[in-house]
């Protein structure tokens, strides 16, 4: 079974009545109004920590490079710098209350794997519009309905004073990434005798109707999120279609999901993508719900906050998502190549979500770890049913002046029992092909009908 370091995580009473309140509500103005002193406008903790290994927020990194065309691969903006720690199965005792489960399996079981660990930036941002939003949400956002239901919130993250697990989820959910994005992308799994097999490429769309600039909680329908998924390879994949719709209220409606399939030539629904149907994006090596490490409703777990605490992490991974795929896979083949991948110290919040009574789901207990900057799950563990780690998963953060924001879509998996893994939703690194914004789609494209009136083969 997982183990507890209590040696880092928060321990005060006041933690242990939040993780057991029933009742999920907004909090009251002098609160919120932390947001502006010893908070960040998204709800961080503003000063650094003890030692100044963790520095202060100071607005975040906005600041895009003379030139740069949108959708270009963006610089390494940290470039000269040099790793304070290195981390291996030699000295990892030493950093193991900043280290996952997970983690620790990778250094003993592989020599090459690695972790760099380089000085802490705290780079995350947003426009001022969704700072303002925060602000109006952390007094009138609440979620009902055993958590499946978000009321009150537009615009920004809904909980930036999180009281529960289930607001932390949402928060996860609902993290900054633009009003509507585009990008193209390559899945790959690596088998466990250490074959890396290009699963597929896509065109993506994505758009939060919760995140559009000129709406409001007033006229805002209850759509979080819409996706327009186009695989463009393998061959006998290209032109397959996956287009799905997220509400804010999981209690009222399910995710809406469609497919176009070549082969038929029409658009079907399609009711399994979500939870723990395995993901044909992913060859069926990893589920729907782990796209984005979580992704989906959270009705089949109990959410409880376990802590506080500051964790190596994945951040500013620039120079890896701006690499060719090659470079990704070299010094491998059994994980990320290492000299690629940059990590730093940053506080994240631990959420355990453990199977509801009656509930099913092949992962029935799992561990998410979420960056307090920017609400993203950045690393997790996953359980199997006899209670051995079994997955382990990390997000790769792009930061993206441009936007602005530091933006969580490619990630890891990594199945610790076996050997196999996977990196999903992985950046073509060519000019014009990553994260862009757009300018919003209407509703309509998100449809069926417009759906079936795009199929091309």
């Keep these: 079974m997982f183990k507890i370091n209590h040696s880092v995580l928060m321990t005060s009473a006041v933690l242990a009545v939040m993780a057991a309140t029933p009742v999920m509500s907004s909090v009251a103005p002098e609160e919120a109004a932390r947001l ?52 291996t199965k030699a000295n990892m005792s030493k950093y193991a209350d900043k280290l996952t489960e997970g983690d620790q399996i990778l250094l003993n079981k592989y020599a090459s794997y690695r972790i760099d660990v380089y000085p802490t930036h705290r780079t995350a941002s947003a426009p001022q519009w969704v700072y303002d939003d925060t602000l109006e949400n952390a007094q009138h956002a609440t979620i ?56 597929s490429k896509a065109t993506n769309i994505q758009q939060y109707p919760y ?50 399939l070549t082969g038929q030539r029409r658009v079907r629904r399609a009711p399994t993508i979500g939870f723990d149907t395995p993901n044909q994006e992913a060859s069926g090596v990893s589920n729907f719900d782990e796209i984005f490490v979580f992704n989906g409703s959270p009705e089949r777990y109990d959410w409880k906050i376990v802590g506080k605490r500051e964790m190596y992490v994945p951040y500013n991974c620039n120079r890896l998502l701006g690499s060719s795929h090659e ?47 920017t609400w993203s799950i950045l690393l997790a563990d996953g359980w199997d049913a006899n209670g051995k780690l079994w997955k382990h998963y990390y997000g790769l953060p792009l930061l993206a002046p441009d936007i602005p924001g530091l933006i969580t879509m490619a990630h890891v998996y990594n199945n610790v029992q076996t ?3 996977g990196i999903a939703a992985l950046f073509e690194a060519t000019p014009g092909a990553q994260v862009r914004p757009i300018d919003p789609k209407d509703d309509n494209y998100f449809t069926p009908d417009a759906l079936s009136s795009r199929g091309v083969r």
């Design 36 to 87: 502006k002193t010893t908070l960040t406008p998204l709800g961080a903790e503003r000063e650094g920590n003890a030692d100044g290994s963790i520095p202060a927020w100071n607005g975040g990194f906005t600041t895009v490079p003379p030139g740069y065309k949108s959708g270009d691969p963006r610089p390494d903006f940290f470039a000269g710098e040099k790793p304070v720690v290195q981390i």
């Design 144 to 199: 009902t309905n055993d958590g499946l239901t978000l009321k009150g919130a537009y615009g920004g993250i809904p909980f930036p004073l999180p009281k529960t697990g289930n607001e932390l989820i949402w928060n996860h959910e609902l993290a900054w990434a633009g009003g509507a994005i585009t990008f193209s992308f390559s899945t790959y799994i690596v088998t466990d005798a250490g074959d890396s097999v290009l699963s």
């Design 211 to 260: 995140y559009l600039k000129n709406g409001s909680l007033k006229s805002f329908n209850g759509t979080a999120f819409e996706v327009d998924n186009v695989t463009t390879a393998p061959p006998f994949k290209a032109g397959e279609v996956i287009m799905y719709r997220d509400p804010t209220d999981y209690a009222s409606g399910q995710r809406q999901a469609w497919q176009y």
């Design 327 to 373: 470079a990704v896979f070299k010094n491998g083949p059994a994980h990320v190549n290492p000299d690629l991948l940059r990590w730093e110290l940053h506080r994240a919040w631990v959420v355990d979500g453990t199977l509801k009574p009656g509930k099913r789901h092949v992962i029935p207990h799992r561990r998410f770890y979420i960056d307090e900057d």
């Design 419 to 421: 050997g196999a893994w």
